[in-house]
T-cell receptor
Framework: DGGITQSPKYLFRKEGQNVTLSCEQN?????MYWYRQDPGQGLRLIYY???????QKGDIAEGYSVSREKKESFPLTVTSAQKNPTAFYLC????????????FGDGTRLSIL | AQSVAQPEDQVNVAEGNPLTVKCTYS??????LFWYVQYPNRGLQFLLK??????LVKGSYGFEAEFNKSQTSFHLKKPSALVSDSALYFC????????????FGTGTRLQVTL
């Protein structure tokens, strides 16, 4: 089945630690996205990538980093500089055309120990 | 700047009754509009989209949405609600420019009761 796989489903971070969230897609989509979801705030865009080896900051990129070395993969690192990382993180992908819907993974819930 | 407003945090409806989840938007130029549904601890699932053409768009699971340009609205509707429709619904808008981002509303929780 084609889709987006996020792992792990749950993740715990200690103070001062960087953690990496995995996102893999086999939909052959060019564009990939990372969103953060907090209760009552909808989804906020962290980073997005429209092509391999290129990515752009979204609305809340501070404290996060990404890479796009392969078309299928778009990992997100939550660094120690992100002081409030507890949230539900969603990865999405889409065809490049703006009239196409985004397809989402099932998310990673990050909590602080 | 583009924005989406979902004025109701929660909508309650009895099973079998029609449901409406409201969405208004603001965008420069022509919009692409989307509805998504989210079940607990899951990602968003695409329901339907408006690109151009007929103002009434039909989507998955019996949902439909009506695009109203003069009122800048894109309300989600279903003629007969099911308990299994209970979930969080998101409206999203994107400018027709290829470099534009997708902006989401804050979500509306739909509760369908027996």
């Amino acid at each position: 089945d084609g889709g987006i796989t996020q792992s792990p489903k749950y993740l715990f971070r200690k103070e001062g630690q960087n953690v990496t969230l995995s996102c893999e897609q086999n939909l052959n989509h060019d564009a990939m996205y990372w969103y953060r979801q907090d209760p009552g705030q909808g989804l906020r865009l962290i980073y997005y990538s429209q092509i391999v080896n290129d990515f752009q900051k979204g609305d809340i990129a501070e404290g996060y980093s990404v890479s796009r070395e392969k078309k299928e993969s778009f990992p997100l690192t939550v660094t120690s500089a992100q002081k409030n990382p507890t949230a539900f993180y969603l990865c999405a992908s889409s065809l490049e055309e703006s009239n196409q819907p985004q397809h989402f993974g099932d998310g990673t819930r990050l909590s602080i120990l | 700047a583009q924005s989406v407003a979902q004025p109701e945090d929660q909508v309650n409806v009895a099973e079998g009754n029609p449901l409406t989840v409201k969405c208004t938007y603001s965008v420069s130029g022509n919009p692409y509009l989307f509805w998504y549904v989210q079940y607990p601890n899951r990602g968003l699932q695409f329901l339907l989209k408006y690109i151009t053409g007929d103002n009434l768009v039909k989507g998955s699971y019996g949902f439909e949405a009506e695009f109203n340009k003069s009122q800048t609205s894109f309300h989600l509707k279903k003629p007969s609600a099911l308990v299994s429709d209970s979930a969080l619904y998101f409206c999203a808008v994107r400018n027709t420019g290829t470099a534009s981002k997708l902006t989401f509303g804050t979500g509306t929780r739909l509760q369908v009761t027996l």
